[in-house]
């Protein structure tokens, strides 16, 4: 990138350090670069004017030429806002402004011919346009011939109360533009614009901020989407080609007799297809010479966690320990529970972890990890504290490792001298796309099979007024034997309204289940952890019929019993929380239901999260629904994994361009892995740009 587009905003003619402070504050625009590649999100045709009799509620914007009138300061002493009356001869139409009264009170003037454009509202049966975007009627820059495609930037109030809404960023961009369009240079080799028949660079960025029609904005962002993408899944794959050649990791050549022990006296069901290929995989990982870094991922209740310590015990034949972090004491005891029920009469030492061990506890665990009598290490974030010496780390089981930062996760992974192989387990299914993206640089292994015996669960959808339908639904499942799990939302645990319901539903279900026919728990966050875990474990050992809940128990209570997930409120869940609520139900192979009460008014969004949840129970669909409903920014884990700043493409909507755009950069790379050819060296200087400053986010153990 030329030196220009380096230079501090600040030396750009209308902005000033002010202005500067807040483009940083608030887009993280710091130089010349960040402008220019701060594209805009849609586009307006100005190329048409309105008549104010055609103006209709729709959701879209018009332009109208006509006078302003009867303008009047609303407010005591001092005005709160404007209104005023828009005239042509067709009629008239309402305006107001809450902000830059000053401005509009100087702006308009008596008989004067004015250009209007906005998007209608409607108060009091009467449309108005709130803040219009104001031209004079004669002013030069209008033309009503040609089209008048404008770009709209996504702006902020502070921005906008700096004058830097859309009409500021444009000018901004423009006055750059002026300045440097010479100096932008092509970044892609000749011979990928040629094959994929791509505008240049330059054309693309005038044509971005300031198009001459629709057609050429189409270009100019396929183009700008292409380069964005080839340069991230390049990234990604060197990364990942990096890690693969220069890690060097323990070599397992053994299944020996504990794995032997295990399978043929000690495995809990047949091992599915699915189960068998991912242990295969990991096997040729773990015996060639390098680190293993393999994702595994896997619906709840699919067997992830056999699989898992199966390939520890391959550890162990071969003479190294392994360790399982999980975020919570709740699924890191459910972990220790399940596993020493696996290895039962094994000579397989197993111990647990957590803030919660005692001193004396945790000073026997610590001796037996340094001296080698411990085999598996199952724990929490007290597992990577300096305190815990292994005396050989082979294999690192990370579950759910969104919730991990990326230091803790590296705490870990320098346990021993030779990194240790890490397998990365997940139990939110991650669309393709994103997996290409956010794990690109791991290995991928799915289980998309449950295990023998296990039924789907029905899920049906029911409304406030099905209450003693419900009712008489859970006393017959009781009646069987069955257990009942009760979710109520609870957004933060500060938010007094959802623990009243949580507490009211409570009070219901004492009266519609009376003492002592029927056994209650209820477990929330705010309640002491020995009283949390108490009624959970009354629940788990069949002493309470129904447990009364907020979403603590959404990862970790392993009931088989529990036949039945009522949530509450379901409308107020994301997809992905649903499911994993779901999850919790269904570990036997009794029929499963999950109920899903809602209000009877419903938005879009929650109606059709709702519909989906019944239609399917595939983890898949319903991660790549909700990738389509919310965006890639809140499903879990994205965040903190620093490829999700795409200036123009998207996850969502360029799935088809990802695929693409890895498919190129594998084949560039087979043919020249560090780009050091001629015909690559664009690419290679622009990858050598991005990685200036920027973490390694690639190394996600």
Partial sequence: MPEIFENNITY???????????????????????????????????SKIYKVSEVVNDNTY??????????????????????????????????????????????????????????????????????????????????????????????????KNSGLGTRGISTLIKELLSQCSNKIYE???????????????????????????????????????????????????????SLSRKIKGQVFEVVGPVFNDFYN???????????????????????????????????????????????????????YQSCIMAPTEILAQQHYNSIKKMLLNMNVQVELLTGSTKKKERDRIHQSLIDGSLH??????????????????????????????????????????????????????????????????????????????????K???????????????????????????????????????????????????????????YQVSVVHGRMKAADKEYEMQRFVEGKTDIMVSTTVIEVGVDVSN???????????????????????????ADQSYCLLISGNKL???GRKRLEIMVETTDGFKIAEADLQLRGPGDLQGTQQSGVLDLKIASLVHDSKLIVQTRTVAQDILDIDPKLESSENSRLRIQLEQIKKGKQNWGRIS
Wanted: proline share 4%; glycine share 8%; net charge positive.
């Fill in 603 to 605: 938005s879009n969004e």
């Fill in 62 to 159: 018009f332009q109208l030429a006509g006078y302003v009138t009867n303008m009047v300061k609303v407010g005591d002493k001092r005005a709160r806002y404007i209104t005023a009356t828009f005239t042509d001869d067709t009629g008239s139409i309402g305006l107001v402004w809450f902000r830059g009264l000053q401005w509009v009170v100087n702006r308009f003037k008596p008989m004067q011919k004015y250009i209007i454009f906005g998007k209608p509202s409607v108060f009091k049966n009467r449309f108005n346009f709130v803040h219009p975007e104001v031209e004079d009627y004669d002013n030069e820059s209008f033309k009503v011939s040609g089209q008048r495609l404008e770009g709209i930037y996504s702006s902020t109030e502070k921005l």
């Fill in 562 to 588: 529990a036949s039945v997930m009522i949530i509450e409120n379901a409308e107020r869940f994301g997809l992905s929380q649903l499911h994993q609520l779901r999850g919790r139900v269904g570990r036997g």
């Fill in 459 to 517: 899920t049906m959808h029911f409304f406030e007024k099905s209450r003693l339908r419900i009712l008489g639904f859970m006393r017959e499942q009781i009646k069987q034997g069955r257990q009942i799990y009760i979710v109520y939302p609870l957004i933060s645990e500060s938010e007094k309204m959802d623990l009243k319901n949580l507490m009211d539903g409570y009070a219901n279900m004492l009266h519609d289940f009376p003492m002592p026919e």
């Fill in 265 to 319: 006296n000690n495995l809990p069901f047949k091992l599915t297809g699915a189960q068998k290929k991912v242990i295969k995989e990991i096997r040729a990982d773990i015996r060639d010479g390098y680190q293993m870094n393999r994702l595994l991922q896997g619906d709840v209740g699919s067997g992830k966690t056999l699989v898992a310590l199966m390939c520890m015990l391959i550890s162990m034949d071969n003479g």
């Fill in 376 to 457: 598996l290490l199952i724990g929490t974030h007290a597992v990577i504290e300096d305190t815990v010496q292994f005396e050989n780390l082979g294999f690192v089981v990370i579950d759910e490792q969104h919730r991990f930062g990326v230091a803790q996760r590296a705490k870990l992974w320098r346990k021993n001298k030779i990194p240790p192989h890490v397998l990365v387990m997940t139990a939110t299914p991650i669309p393709r796309t994103l997996a290409m993206t956010v794990y690109g640089n791991l290995e991928v292994s799915i289980i998309d099979e449950l295990p023998p015996g296990r039924k789907p669960i």
């Fill in 12 to 46: 750009l003619k209308g902005v000033g350090p002010k202005k500067a402070e807040i483009l940083k504050k608030e887009l993280g625009i710091a130089v010349f670069g960040d402008l220019l590649d701060y594209f805009p999100f849609r586009y307006v045709d100005k």
């Fill in 187 to 241: 970044t892609l080799p000749d011979y990928i614009i040629s094959k994929f028949n791509l505008i240049d660079r330059k054309k693309a960025i005038l044509n971005i901020h300031f198009p001459v029609n629709s057609e050429i904005v189409s270009h100019a962002r396929k183009r700008l989407k292409f380069e964005e993408l080839l340069l991230l899944q390049l990234q990604i794959l060197q990364q990942k080609n």
